[in-house]
């Protein structure tokens, strides 16, 4: 099997093999086992956290808005002036 790769992954493959002193192979091999977990061949699908778990906490508001009640108050009224 021949693999080509663009210049900066093949150049960090050509440096972590030597580092970990093993052949480029084996840590391709690895990262496609570790892609390809035995989970009846079917990929991970990432968490709506994982994917965004940097944006957790970065907004302003209460802390407490999907606890509180009063933030509830009105939700749901049909409102008496409706945009057209």
């Known amino acids: ?4 790769l663009p210049p900066p992954l093949e ?41 965004n778990g940097h944006l957790f906490g970065c907004f302003d508001g209460p802390k407490d808005l999907s606890t509180n009640p009063k933030y509830m108050k009105g939700y749901g009224r049909r409102s008496t002036h409706i945009a057209r």
Request: hydrophobic share 30%.
């Open 11 to 51: 150049a960090q493959l050509n440096a972590e093999a030597p580092a970990r002193r093993i052949p480029k192979s084996r840590i391709v091999r690895e990262l496609l086992e570790k892609h390809y977990k035995p989970n009846g061949g079917k990929k991970h699908r990432p968490t709506f956290g994982e994917v």
């Open 1 to 4: 099997m021949s693999l080509k």
